[in-house]
């Protein structure tokens, strides 16, 4: 398997940078205040040396006849001077006296020193840096002469003593760096070997053998959100596959009836000479080319009600009411052939609801068809409608349906052992999909006391601009 850090985008090389870069910062950070500090400490040793030199000249001066006088030996001086690595300079100097010892003139100190305070500075002598300290005393004998004395010295040894911080500590820092990326690398690595392991078992997986990703519990608390959405995309999957298989299979098993009796009564109405007889097979013709027009067009809406295809839908705002007895009018036919008092109870209009009219008129042909089909002959079906919530609901008086049954009736292709109609046992689901996909609840319930059974579906609380109710509030379409 590739890497994952070969791809720019990838989790490992985030983190890697994540952590190196911040890691590289604060080396670099800490290379400069080494730098800084070790500047710092070599010029307060050296500043101390050049310190207690100047404090050592001033020790020796004198007063002799009026005048100070520094009077040293020729080995002090010259041990006073003696550096194998720097050159010293000395001067010292009064306003009235002028230079009293040292050889060299020394760049002027900083004005307005003050007495005993020393000063330090940097300056310029015989072409190579120096640093410079200056003290400022009182004169011996004459209170308006003031003595300088100052001593300088090349910063050799100051660089020196940097340079050889900055190779220690440079090698020392780049190897914690060094170190601390591996470990980085290690752990990174070893973290994300578990999002490998998923990625290869995934990678493995058949469309047909869809498990959930294993060793959930032992994976790290961060990657377990991760690894439970997956197994739940995979339940999904697998739970869709299965729904799919179940209605190829039934949707096959529900066209390949009509479709042999069509064959059959063909054939048979092909070699039939006799008219009535011939007349008879076209007619089984034409009853298994109707059941398979409503098995193909239920089939149909069942696809275009899936919630999969939702993006395909567009949603807009629909009045329920006029929709209802639009699509009410539709069934008055099939409703007149049993002998069935088609109903509808509700407003004339302004039930205002979020959905599309095409579904919503197959929920509603649907129900209507159900309770036609399957309710009794010669009894009542009404259509209603209820305002805050809205509620739309279709009732029978028919055998009604057991609660054991309720929710097994809003499967795909279920019937019921003892059910009398031809239906094939897709408008409840189709009517189940759609209520889903409008995000509404459908509920089977009783009639109270009356017998039948009663299906209601709550829509979600919308915007809705209530009219008054007209004074045929309970308008039927009764048949004759």
Known sequence: MNRPDQDNGSLHR??????????????????????ILARHFGNVVHDRWLYDSAMTLAAQLELKSGRIVLDLPKPAVEMFKWDRVDHIYEEVASAKQGRIFGEVDLPSPPEYMSVGKPEFYNSVINGSPVRIVALSLPNLGDHTDTVIIQVAETKNKRQALITEIIMLSVPLQAGILVLAGA???????????????????????????????????????????????????????SAAQDTQRRFVANAAHQLRTPLATLQVQAERALREPDPAKHGEALSHVLTAVTRMRRVAHQLLTLARSDRSSEQ?????????????????????????????????????????????PYLLHELIGNLVDNAIRYGKAGGVVTLGLRESPTMLFVEDDGPGIPLEERTLVLERFYRRSNSTGDGCGLGLAIASEIVARHGARLSIVDRGQSAGIRIEIMFPDVSIENAPVSSAAATSLETP
Do not use: C
Request: charged share 20%; net charge negative.
């Open 183 to 237: 470990f980085i690398v290690f752990a990174v690595t070893s973290s994300l070997r578990v999002l490998d392991e998923v990625a290869e078992r995934l990678a493995g997986y058949e469309p047909d053998a869809l498990v959930p990703v294993s060793d959930f519990d032992n994976a790290p608390s961060e990657v377990k959100p991760l690894l439970k959405a997956i197994n739940h995309l995979i339940n999904k999957l």
């Open 14 to 35: 985030r983190l890697l940078i994540g952590l190196w870069t911040p890691l590289l910062m604060v080396l670099t950070l800490g290379a400069i205040v080494a730098f």
């Open 312 to 356: 395909m839908v567009e949603m807009t705002s629909v009045d329920l009411a006029a929709l209802a007895r639009e699509e009410l009018e539709r069934w008055a036919d099939a409703a007149i052939a049993r002998n069935i008092d088609l109903g509808y109870d509700g407003p004339e209009s302004n039930i205002n609801v979020t959905g599309q």
